[in-house]
């Protein structure tokens, strides 16, 4: 797993576009070829589930980024652009679901987040914005 990890970390690297991006655009190729590498490996896609899963995965983020594309140029509410991105999430399960079932829906949406997070502390990294020595948000938060 670690050396999945150094992998995508070190391609990531070498991906320079990333930084020059600018928000609300979509992400570069190498990004999304790691983001599918990644969830195949998290998911543990067999051929026939990627056959199935794929496609509606592709219309999930195309729904997902029209959506995000819209709020930002509206500069709409955060709490109503997050029920929207549930909506969607809801809508989308029952495909996902006969695609992979649901145990593996569930880990693809928490395999998203982790890619999503890993991508935004290399990010920050790259900035020199990393927390060093600062506790992050999540630590900061009393346990629940």
């Not at 140029?73 to 989308?92: N, P, Q, V």
């Not at 290399?122 to 630590?139: A, T």
């Amino acid at each position: 797993m670690r050396k999945i990890y150094l992998i995508l970390l070190s391609s990531i690297c070498f991906g320079q576009a990333l930084m020059a991006q600018p928000p609300g655009q979509k992400p570069p190729p190498n990004v999304e070829a790691l983001k599918v590498a990644f969830l195949t490996r998290q998911l543990e896609l067999t051929p026939d589930e990627a056959k199935k899963f794929w496609p509606v995965h592709d219309a999930y983020m195309g729904e997902i980024e029209k959506t995000l594309r819209e709020n930002k140029d509206k500069k709409g509410d955060e709490l109503e652009l997050e029920e929207k991105l549930l909506g969607i999430r809801k809508k989308y399960k029952p495909d996902f679901v006969k695609a992979i079932g649901e145990d593996k829906f569930n880990k693809m949406l928490r395999a998203e987040r982790e890619f999503r997070d890993m991508i935004r502390k290399e990010m920050e990294r790259r900035r020199g914005n990393g927390q060093q020595g600062k506790p992050g948000m999540r630590q900061q938060l009393p346990p629940q």
